[in-house]
């Protein structure tokens, strides 16, 4: 069997990931590359910031108007 075949399962624990919501710093671990399902990002100012369930959901008009969580 090729080690393509075997897969890439090296032995080794994957790390947790943390993701702190830029809105009121509500953290999560996850082993995923991307934040939790529930979360949202946006790109303001070309950097990537990530919010949390709550604040995704009281602020969804203003994610959906596209306006810069600076306005929020």
């Known amino acids: ?3 393509a075949a075997q897969g890439s399962d090296d032995g080794a624990a994957a790390k947790p ?3 702190v919501c830029a809105h009121c710093g509500t ?4 082993l995923t590359e991307g934040p939790p399902l529930t979360w949202t990002y946006s790109v303001e100012d070309g ?4 919010f949390c ?3 995704s959901r ?4 203003s994610i ?3 306006l810069d969580s600076d306005w929020w």
């Open 1 to 3: 069997m090729t080690s």
């Open 27 to 30: 953290s999560a671990e996850v």
């Open 47 to 50: 950097a990537r910031r990530h």
């Open 53 to 55: 369930e709550a604040c």
């Open 58 to 61: 009281k602020n969804l008009r």
């Open 64 to 66: 959906e108007g596209r």
């Open 17 to 19: 990931r943390r993701f």
